[in-house]
């Protein structure tokens, strides 16, 4: 088991920062693919930025240039630092852990992140830009 636990949500103003933390614990906590998802009111689940040992980061179009996902050395805290945030950012954000490494999820999901492909998720952490 994974546990994970997100930080660091708050409201901000467009334009503005914010930086999350997800600290995961358990036996189960590894080098695998881990990441952020967010959802927004009315909308499904999406990946937004995730990194493993094996390979760089990997972002969404949505925010490329304006977030950085980053890992302590240990691979315990997950970090995402939002910057120059936009209303549309506005969601639920979610730090997830998958079993299998980034890679070989793109490999066959043919690029494409789904939720069903990260077994542990945290409790999400609200995100709210106002205009």
Known sequence: QVQLVESGGGSVQSGGSLRLS???SGAAVSSHCMGWFRQAAG???GQIALINSD???D???SVKGRFTISQ?????TLYLQMNS???EDTAMYYCAHSLAWCRDIARYTGGVYPPGAFAYWGQGTQVTVSS
């Open 85 to 87: 945030l936009k209303p």
């Open 43 to 45: 909308k499904e689940r």
């Open 22 to 24: 997800c600290t995961a």
């Open 59 to 61: 972002y969404a179009e």
């Open 72 to 76: 302590d050395s240990s691979k315990t």
């Open 55 to 57: 390979g760089g980061p």
